[in-house]
């Protein structure tokens, strides 16, 4: 009886080294299949390098920066024209999102002014709504008076601080 286990076991194993032995390999690098899956990377590669350009020109083209009153998240008429500008930019690069950010300058606590720049923020996605974009392609963050564009402390570094910037992303 015991034979018979033993004898059983070894045709199971002989029986799955075989299995396994036989078993195909994926294609991959250096087995054959090299020119095609060189050729997949190379196209591969070639897109990301078209969308990191097409996002770096969408970036330099949605860059113009608006501008704020004092304690205020109305958009000026200048502010709407670059906001329009910005719309068909939107509309040229279709697959880019947009992320508005809100910032203060100095005066004001840090909660009066993170909020202040949310709706600063929201005024201009707000906006940009209204004239067509949608909103799953807008976000929006405030950065308060944290990432001054001007470390001044008078009237002409806080009015360069009070703005909303624009950044693309995919």
Not at 21 to 42: I, T, V
Request: with cysteine; charged share 30%; aromatic share 6%.
């Amino acid at each position: 009886m015991r034979g018979r286990i033993v004898s059983l076991f070894l045709v199971v194993l002989m029986v799955s080294l075989l299995g396994a032995g036989c078993a195909k390999k994926a294609a991959g690098p250096g087995d054959g299949s090299d020119a095609s899956w060189e050729e997949q990377e190379r196209q591969r590669l070639e897109k990301e390098r078209q969308l990191r350009e097409m996002l770096g020109q969408a970036n330099t083209e949605l860059s113009q920066i608006i501008y704020f009153a004092f304690d205020s998240s109305s958009l000026t008429p200048e502010a709407r024209q670059i906001l329009t500008r910005k719309v068909e930019v939107l509309r040229k690069y279709p697959q880019v999102k947009l992320v508005v950010e809100g910032h203060c300058d100095e005066r004001g606590t840090a909660e009066y002014n993170l909020a202040l720049g949310e709706r600063r923020a929201q005024a201009s996605a707000q906006y940009l709504v209204n004239l067509g974009v949608e909103a799953s392609r807008i976000s929006t963050v405030s950065y308060g008076k944290e990432r001054p564009l001007d470390p001044g402390h008078g009237e002409s570094a806080w009015a360069k601080n009070r703005r909303d910037e624009f950044r693309g992303t995919l």
